[in-house]
Each structure stands twice: as structure tokens, then as C-alpha cells.
């Protein structure tokens, strides 16, 4: 159950599984495992210093307003990480568009959390489609999974050439050996996984649990804080990128694409794992929610959850996300005169939310640590009679929510279910029904609350 030794890993200077990290969110970074391997005032020299090979990856277009690439200085191109590809089959994780005549997805819907299991499940095996939206094949769009992890990838890698993919833990560590850099991730913990990095996932203790969020479209960003400002939210010093780390094993290999919706294999005869240096702002990041800090009224009503937004995904439209992904934590409530939980309402983003622990303040009954609840969009959703019933007649003084970490994938896009979340996820078929003892208190009685 635990992370395979891995001997042939080097960091600094020396032989290490400890991760080290660079702080900020998009900055150019540069570093190296070896000293002199990364090259000065320029990116491609004639010969590289240790025999390796200059390469870039690029993950926008050259001519983007703002490029995201880094050049990578490696002991073989990726080019001898590639050969012939056969197709397999993933029956689990699909990609949209992914819609099924006998699944509803139209509906307010709730799971419990997907069980443990004793089968041995990798990072690949063991994800698990909850929604598809848009089309990957457009590269607009989204998916939500559930992962379920009882083994480490040993000599298997991986990389998604359709999506960036956001990481949730809920239980159990993991770590990402990948080609920039180790990041061991955590519950209350995210990592941020670019488009078309190679990676392999590992157990640190186990089994694992969590959540992913498939971004088809735009790389995720900080949301713009308009009136907020420069500080609170998410602060980018606190998002960190991996040091440089490298392999160098001559051991037979295998590296799953997934390119187009469809997962393919290849065999090689090395780890890929063997970039010993590089610059650039193209990178994955961690960054621990614990950080977050949360604004809202301090005075009456209550704001849109979307002043909670730790990272968003954007679309064609302005103000409009192709992602929001949205964190509710711990965090006081001071509001006068005020309905304090979330109100009742309808609206064009479709709501994938989930809880990593503790108690949802709209939801206090039910929805469980791991558990899942969707709202498509315009569907009419809210607070249960018993939060309602709770919040109306509450004695307002200032409270503090505490042991409570829930998040949102918001989308503009309608969620479609997949077979396994329609058919065979625990599903609350009762759900639905924690509305239907709100009362009628209309009388007509002029000035009655």
C-alpha cells in the first residue's frame, strides 16, 4: 500500500523523496537537480551541458498574449518516451459528450459516498465518471470523477492530452512523481495538473479518495477580485511548484495518452521522468486550502458564493466561467437581519458540489464527507426545512462556522450523468424529498414575517 522505493530519484544534490517546492501562481520559475544543467541567457544552445537534450512544452499557443511554456532540459526527448500506441479500454472514466437515452440527468441529485474496495485499483483503474459537459473533442467543456486509489503506479505513466486536471483529496496521501517535479498532495490540499504532463501517482498511505475536476478549456486562473483588491481569496505566494527531479532507470515502461477521450498505451524501455532541469511558467502547482481566506458581509445580506472562488476557468464570455472552483470553509457569520445560509435559488451554472469534511451549513443532514450533490442548471435548489426552520428563527449573534471544508465545481455548462453515476454510484434516491415539508406560512396578514 505504500509508495515504492524509488532510489534513482535526484533533487538538488543529492539522492531524496522529499519534495521541496517554489512559491507563486504563474510565475516564470527556473530550476535544476544537477548544477549547470539548466543553460543561462538563452533556451536552446548548440550542446547542453550532461549530454541532455533541450525540449519545449507548450501549453498555449506561441503567439497567446501571454505564453505558458517551459523548456525542459532532459536526458532523452520525449520522442523516445513515444512509440507505437494501442488503444484500451477505461470503461470508467469517460469524457463528454457522454450522454445516455436511459440515465436523467435532469434533476437534483445526491450521492454517499462511493465505497472502499479491496480490488486494486491504480490512479487510471480506479477514477470513476460522475458528469460530462461539453465536448473534448472542442476542447470546451468539463468533467467531474471520483478517484479511488489501492495502489501505486509502478513503471506506468500517464498524461491527458484533452485537459488540465484540478485534484481534491478527501482521504488518504498521494504523490505525484511527474516530469517537473515530485508534489505529495493531501486532504485540504489541491494540485493543478497541466495539459500533457507525464506523471505517475503513488500511495504515501492509503488507500485514497478524492475528487478531480477534467478541464477541457482554458487553463485555470485567480479570479479577477475587482473591489476586494490585492488580498485575501486565494493569495498567489501560496500556490507551489516542484523543484526539479529526475529519474535515470532503464526499466521497461508503460505511458497511457489520453488524447481525444480515448486511452492508448505505449511501451518504452526508461522512466520519462528524466528532465533534470527547467525554466518556464508552464508547471503544476499545489496549494493548501487552509490557506484560503474567505470575505463577506459584515453588515446585512448574504453575497454570492462566488466571492469564495479559489480558481476559475474562463470562457468565451466575459464574466462567464467555463470552470468556477469554489471553496466553502470555516469562517465566521456577523450578518443583522439576515438569512445566513445560502438562499433558495435557480441559475445558469450548474453546481457539482462536494464535501471533504465536516458539515454543510444548507445541508446539516446528509451529505457526508465524500459524499456528492448536482444542481443542473435552472433547477430550483436551497436550503432543507430543517436549515430553513434553523437559520429563520436563529439568535443572530456573531457564529462561527467551524469543521467544515465542502467545494464547488461550477460550470456554465449542463452536467450530463454517466452510466455509473445514473446506474451503480450510491445514490440518495430520497434526496428529492428534503424539501417537500416546507411549509405554506403565506396568510396575507400585512407586515407578518
Excluded at 539522492?15 to 539548466?38: H, K, R, S, V
Excluded at 484540478?166 to 498521494?174: I, M, N, S, T, W
Excluded at 430553513?388 to 462561527?400: Q, R, V, W
Excluded at 464547488?408 to 455548462?413: A, K, L, N, S, Y
Aim: glycine share 8%.
Amino acid at each position: 500500500m505504500n509508495a515504492p522505493d524509488r532510489s534513482g530519484l535526484i533533487q538538488a544534490e543529492g539522492i531524496t523523496t522529499t519534495p521541496g517546492y517554489m512559491p507563486g501562481f504563474g510565475n516564470d520559475f527556473e530550476t535544476e537537480a544537477l548544477p549547470g544543467a539548466l543553460p543561462q541567457g538563452m533556451n536552446s544552445p548548440q550542446k547542453c551541458n550532461y549530454g541532455l537534450y533541450g525540449e519545449q512544452l507548450s501549453g498555449t499557443a506561441f503567439t497567446d498574449v501571454r505564453p505558458e511554456r517551459t523548456w525542459c532540459y532532459r536526458i532523452r526527448p520525449s520522442v523516445k518516451h513515444s512509440h507505437r500506441y494501442e488503444k484500451i479500454d477505461l470503461p470508467y472514466f469517460r469524457s463528454a459528450p457522454d450522454i445516455h437515452p436511459e440515465v436523467t440527468s435532469l434533476g437534483q441529485y445526491r450521492w454517499d459516498p462511493v465505497p472502499h474496495t479491496d480490488e486494486p485499483l491504480t490512479w487510471l483503474t480506479g477514477m470513476r465518471t460522475m458528469t460530462t459537459a461539453g465536448d473534448v473533442h472542442t476542447q470546451v467543456g468539463m468533467a467531474s470523477h471520483i478517484y479511488l486509489v489501492t495502489e501505486s503506479m509502478v513503471d506506468d505513466y500517464f498524461f491527458s492530452a484533452d485537459s488540465e486536471m484540478l485534484v481534491v483529496p478527501q482521504e488518504g496521501r498521494l504523490r505525484f512523481a511527474t516530469e517537473l517535479g515530485i508534489i505529495d498532495l493531501e486532504p485540504k490540499e489541491i494540485a493543478i495538473l497541466p495539459r500533457g504532463l507525464v506523471y505517475r501517482v503513488e500511495l504515501l498511505d492509503g488507500p485514497a479518495r478524492g475528487f478531480v475536476c477534467e478541464n477541457y478549456g482554458q487553463k485555470f486562473e485567480l479570479p479577477g477580485r475587482g473591489p476586494i483588491g490585492a488580498n485575501c481569496m486565494a493569495n498567489p505566494r501560496d500556490f507551489k511548484a516542484p523543484v526539479a527531479a529526475f529519474e535515470d532507470r532503464e526499466v521497461p515502461s508503460t505511458v497511457t495518452v489520453k488524447w481525444c477521450g480515448q486511452f492508448h498505451t505505449t511501451k518504452i524501455a526508461q522512466s520519462p521522468l528524466d528532465i533534470v532541469a527547467w525554466h518556464g511558467n508552464y508547471a503544476p502547482y499545489k496549494y493548501d486550502l487552509r490557506n484560503y481566506c474567505p470575505v463577506g458581509a459584515i453588515l446585512f445580506d448574504h453575497p454570492d458564493p462566488s466571492i469564495f472562488t479559489v480558481l476559475t476557468a474562463p470562457s468565451g464570455q466575459e464574466g462567464t466561467a467555463n470552470i468556477d472552483f469554489v471553496l466553502f470553509r470555516e469562517r465566521w457569520m456577523v450578518m443583522e437581519d439576515t438569512f445566513r445560509p445560502p438562499w433558495y435559488h435557480k441559475n445558469i451554472m450548474s453546481e457539482m458540489m462536494g464535501n471533504i469534511y465536516g458539515q454543510y451549513d444548507a445541508k446539516p443532514q446528509g451529505f457526508v464527507p465524500g459524499g456528492i450533490s448536482l444542481h443542473n442548471m435552472m433547477l430550483p435548489h436551497g436550503p432543507d426545512r430543517n436549515a430553513f426552520e434553523g437559520a429563520s428563527n436563529a439568535d443572530l449573534k456573531p457564529e462561527k462556522l467551524d469543521n467544515t471544508m465542502s467545494f464547488m465545481f461550477e460550470t456554465r455548462f449542463p452536467q450530463q450523468l454517466t452510466q455509473f453515476a445514473g446506474k451503480e454510484a450510491p445514490l440518495q434516491d430520497d434526496y428529492i424529498d428534503c424539501w417537500k415539508d416546507i411549509e405554506k406560512k403565506f396568510d396575507g396578514t400585512p407586515g407578518k414575517k
